[in-house]
T-cell receptor, first 114, second 113 residues
């Protein structure tokens, strides 16, 4: 997605924190999402944040949103080998009729090293 | 108790054939979507249906035709398959009430030879 950008790769050591970053261009985004895709699997919704929030915490996951800079990040505390996957950030654009279109970033491949 | 299911999971076929992919959701959602993920993992919306009505129709070749017989099903028929159609196709669903979060199926891996 040219409107949503992510770095392609991130490697961390097991037990460290991972921070995956995302920038988006559409300031009218309402919700921003993080999805996880394990090899050969579908997309699993991890968490989301509404555009009027700055931060959301859900167990090991912390989402930070900087609306001024259009920057979204996902922090995974105590990263485990099972966290190795591709992480996609996505924004919802203003609805087209009654459906909301998701625009995805290119995905960040997270590799957790033992 | 699968939420969004797709069949088949894998599809290998020859160029020029016609094939269909089926999607079903049991979440009671009223909106369903088809996305295409290419070899570089890039995901792009193709179609969206709300209550059996086509809402989003991105720039997709006419060879792709979605059909929604009811709110719980959205099928994708592809005519005259081409090599470039090889990809993973994901179905998703959401509800127009609430956050409209989209939930995805496991994907159909299509390989055109």
């Amino acid at each position: 997605g040219e409107d949503v950008e992510q770095s392609l790769f991130l490697s961390v050591r097991e037990g460290d924190s991972s921070v995956i970053n995302c920038t988006y261009t559409d300031s009218s985004s309402t919700y921003l999402y993080w999805y996880k895709q394990e090899p050969g699997a579908g997309l699993q919704l991890l968490t989301y944040i509404f555009s009027n929030m700055d931060m959301k915490q859900d167990q090991r996951l912390t989402v930070l949103l900087n609306k001024k800079d259009k920057h979204l990040s996902l922090r995974i505390a105590d990263t485990q080998t099972g966290d190795s996957a591709i992480y996609f950030c996505a924004e919802t654009l203003p609805s087209s009729g009654s459906a909301r279109q998701l625009t995805f970033g290119s995905g960040t491949q997270l590799t957790v090293l033992p | 108790d699968t939420a969004v299911s797709q069949t088949p999971k894998y599809l290998v076929t020859q160029m020029g054939n016609d094939k269909s992919i089926k999607c079903e959701q049991n979440l009671g959602h009223d909106t369903m979507y088809w996305y295409k993920q290419d070899s570089k993992k890039f995901l792009k919306i193709m179609f969206s249906y709300n209550n059996k009505e086509l809402i989003i129709n991105e720039t997709v070749p006419n060879r792709f035709s979605p059909k929604s017989p009811d709110k719980a099903h959205l099928n994708l028929h592809i005519n005259s398959l081409e090599l470039g159609d090889s990809a993973v196709y994901f179905c998703a669903s959401s509800s127009t009430s609430g956050r409209e979060t989209q939930y995805f199926g496991p994907g159909t891996r299509l390989l055109v030879l």
